[in-house]
């Protein structure tokens, strides 16, 4: 089949993480006889540059235009960045803000599970006998406080801040029916993530979530405040297997629950609408600190790849090839900088590479099928 890509490679380490991502898929569809047609497009700083915006009709149009969106990173150090000179609705985070609403993405997957071989990477101490834990979170994402109106003002001499955290009962049904039928193919358990203990929204959320339980008899659905959430993702991960909450909760946990899985480089997302088209990015930023020097790790970008390929194609065969060359280029001790040890001895076997090296070494690792 063929492929119609809009890409995205954005700013910091985004162009070097793409790139390994497209090399991978172009050997994965060489293998498997599809065709990629890639339609490079700009958003973020490296748009800001060129168009004065960081987001243009036109990058949204050729989005829309293609099946799905491949997204590497975007943003920049605002202590440094000129980007962040400009008013808050013209920074790199707007646009994508801006695009995952456009494209209506209200449905953010983002998968945590432990790598066998990245036991030792993992910061968590080893109770009970195993670490090894298998997780989804699904974040709520084109409404909340990212998207309700704020404001600053001087009242009454004082500087004064507003966001305002909004949400209707189809906003959350929507995305917990996500949520529900992800966990149907799972282990059918859902974890409805909320702060019902003081939010209007929240207590909301609890309803519109248990009144569609009904139609999801077969799956259990359990309510925590997201406070206590935080705290068992790290006491005991193996507990969750789909967790639904909204879009700043998800936000933050998100990024925890990736550092439970050794680096905050390996977790991948899947952005959705109510269609087949996603947008595909890593959960992590754009790393300007270590951008152009080819150290940054790929995974999470290749494995939103393979995402791709499972919700946006249809092509699950190809999609477990990715995933397994890289659980095989892990199992031959291929490590970027961010998943060595710190301790000398547990170096040993062990080979550290580059950015550009790990997508060679993951794309050595795709065998066809036939083979
Ligand atoms: C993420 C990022 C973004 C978010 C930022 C860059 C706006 O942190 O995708 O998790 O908060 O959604
Ligand atoms: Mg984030």
């Not at 009454?156 to 029916?177: P, S």
């Not at 109510?274 to 150290?295: Q, R, V, W």
């Not at 062990?350 to 090296?357: I, K, Q």
Request: aromatic content about 6%; proline content about 5%; hydrophobic content about 40%.
């Amino acid at each position: 089949m063929e492929l119609n890509i809009a890409c995205i490679a954005g700013d910091g380490i985004g162009p070097e993480i793409v790139s390994q991502a497209r090399k991978v898929l172009d050997r994965v569809c060489a293998i498997y006889g599809h065709t990629i047609d890639y339609h490079d497009v700009l958003m973020g700083g490296c748009s800001i540059d060129v168009y004065g915006v960081p987001l243009t009709q036109e990058t949204i149009d050729i989005c829309k235009a293609q099946d799905a969106v491949l997204m590497g990173s975007i943003g920049g150090n605002p202590a440094v960045s000129p980007w962040y000179q400009l008013a808050p609705q013209k920074r790199p985070e707007a646009g994508l803000l801006a695009l995952r609403k456009a494209l209506g993405l209200f449905a953010n997957l983002r998968p945590a599970y432990l790598f066998e071989q990245l036991q030792d990477a993992c910061p968590l101490s080893v109770r009970n006998g195993t670490r090894s834990f298998d997780l989804v979170i699904v974040r709520e994402l084109t409404g909340g406080l990212y998207f309700g109106e704020r404001k600053t003002e001087i009242i009454d001499g004082v500087r004064t801040a507003v966001d305002t955290l909004r949400y209707n009962e189809k906003e959350i049904e929507r995305v917990a029916r996500k949520a529900f039928e992800i966990a149907r193919v799972r282990r059918k358990k859902v974890t409805s993530v909320d702060k019902a203990n003081v939010l209007d929204t929240s207590r909301l959320w609890r309803q519109v979530v248990h009144a569609l339980s009904k139609e999801y008899p077969d799956v259990t659905v359990e309510d925590m405040l997201v406070d206590n959430c935080a705290m068992q993702l790290v006491n005991n991960p193996a507990q969750f297997d789909v967790i639904l909450t909204e879009n700043m909760f998800g936000d933050i946990l998100s990024d925890e629950a990736s550092m439970i899985t050794g680096s905050i480089g390996m977790l991948p997302s899947a952005s959705l609408n109510e269609t087949s088209f996603g947008l595909y990015e890593p959960s992590h930023g754009s790393a300007p600190d270590i951008a152009g020097k080819n150290i940054a790790n790929p995974i999470a970008t290749i494995l939103s790849a393979a995402m791709m390929l499972r919700y946006s194609f249809g092509l699950p065969a190809e999609a477990g090839a990715i995933e397994n060359a890289v659980k095989r280029t892990l199992e031959d001790g291929i490590r970027s900088a961010d998943l060595m040890p710190r301790d000398a001895e547990k170096k040993k076997g062990l080979r550290a590479v580059s950015c550009s090296s790990m997508g060679d070494e993951i794309a050595a690792r795709l065998v066809s099928p036939h083979a």
